[in-house]
């Protein structure tokens, strides 16, 4: 199956600093890279996703990229704000395949 | 506006003990999931099922149980629980074109934290 690797695991940043999270995948007939946000007490939520025919998507403060010749994509949250401070969580998946999830990153941004 | 709604949110039970988890979406997908939250592992999927009437193992199926009811309601049972089973359990849903599309983004539930004594 799948494996998905996340780094880092925990992320400190100053408010108003961009933050980077990487997440490498295995297999190469993955083709759907969403990326979850969760805060605490919650379950996790969709903040932006990107299709393998892709190679970037931006959505105000927070873009994704995708290098499929290195399998790996990322997250890059720009101008960071407390409320950024959660768990974010990468995932791919093949068309009708279940999910693989990476471990998840702890974003605290500092004010 | 509910979207995946989990219940219980919260339960302690005894080593031995069983009980069912609920879980019922209103957004009309056709797919929906079981996970399991452990710190440092991510989301482990135990169970899912891409339509009604079917269900297939994820990951950590073992000692699990699962029902489609309907379309819109996916149970997960514990039949005797154990203190490994201490977790936080999040149920998911998704639509998933019949044609080869692409996959959709799943829709969590806020979980049901689960204390195994």
């Known amino acids: 199956g799948e494996n998905v690797e996340q780094h880092p695991s925990t992320l400190s940043v100053q408010e108003g600093d961009s933050a980077v999270i990487k997440c490498t995948y295995s297999d190469s007939a993955s083709n759907y890279f969403p990326w979850y946000k969760q805060e605490l007490g919650k379950g996790p939520q969709l903040i932006i996703d990107?299709?393998?025919?892709?190679g970037e998507k931006k959505d105000q403060r927070i873009a994704v990229t995708l290098n499929k010749t290195a399998k790996h994509f990322s997250l890059h949250i720009t101008e960071t704000q407390p409320e950024d401070s959660a768990v974010y969580f990468c995932a791919s998946i093949m068309t009708g395949n279940q999910f693989y999830f990476g471990t998840g990153t702890s974003l605290t941004v500092i004010p | 506006n509910a979207g995946v709604t989990q219940t219980p949110k919260f339960q302690v039970l005894k080593t031995g003990q069983s009980m069912t988890l609920q879980c019922a979406q209103d957004m009309n997908h056709n797919s929906m999931y079981w996970y399991r939250q452990d710190p440092g592992m991510g989301l482990r999927l135990i169970y899912y099922?891409?339509?009604?009437?079917?269900?297939d193992k994820g990951e950590v199926p073992n000692g699990y149980n699962v029902s489609r009811l309907n379309k819109r309601e996916f149970s997960l049972r514990l039949e005797s629980a154990a203190p490994s089973q201490t977790s936080v359990y999040f149920c998911?849903?998704?639509?998933?074109?019949?044609?080869?599309?692409?996959?959709?983004?799943?829709?969590f539930g806020d979980g049901t934290r689960l204390s195994i004594l």
């Open positions: 998911a849903s998704s639509h998933i074109s019949p044609s080869r599309a692409g996959s959709q983004p799943q829709h």
């Open positions: 990107i299709r393998s025919n892709v």
């Open positions: 099922s891409a339509s009604e009437g079917t269900t």
